[in-house]
Nanobody
Framework: QVQLVESGGGLVQAGGSHALSCTAS????????MGWYRQAPGKQRELVAE???????NSGAAVKGRFAISRDDVRDTVSLTLSRLKPEDTGVYYC??????????????WGTGTLVTVSS
């Protein structure tokens, strides 16, 4: 069974930067996409940023110009850095993994979430 281990949650100051990391383990085939989503209280889960097939980066509008993401398919790890943090960045951040099975079929996996709180 695939497992995702997330790290990097904590209390941070607005205007600063913060980094998150996620490592996958288990019966992993080929990684199609790996990245981060987040959910604030009373809001739906939204995409932060992810690296999909072919190295394409997808990201949410709320973090445009304020993120850096990298993916290591040897270590099965994705790292995310958010810059110029705002209180609106507060939320539970979830690692997301999409793996490729036979004939291109994919499966989705989610981490349990790590809380990031940005104070003004």
């Amino acid at each position: 069974q695939v497992q995702l281990v997330e790290s990097g949650g904590g209390l941070v100051q607005a205007g600063g930067s913060h980094a998150l990391s996620c490592t996958a383990s288990g019966d992993i085939g080929s990684i199609d996409a790996m990245g981060w989503y987040r959910q604030a209280p009373g809001k739906q889960r939204e995409l932060v940023a992810e690296i999909a097939s072919g190295g394409r980066t997808n990201s949410g509008a709320a973090v445009k110009g304020r993120f850096a993401i990298s993916r290591d398919d040897v270590r099965d790890t994705v790292s995310l850095t958010l810059s110029r943090l705002k209180p609106e960045d507060t939320g539970v951040y979830y690692c997301h993994l999409v793996v490729r099975a036979l004939r291109g079929d994919t499966m989705d996996y989610w981490g349990t979430g790590t809380l990031v709180t940005v104070s003004s």
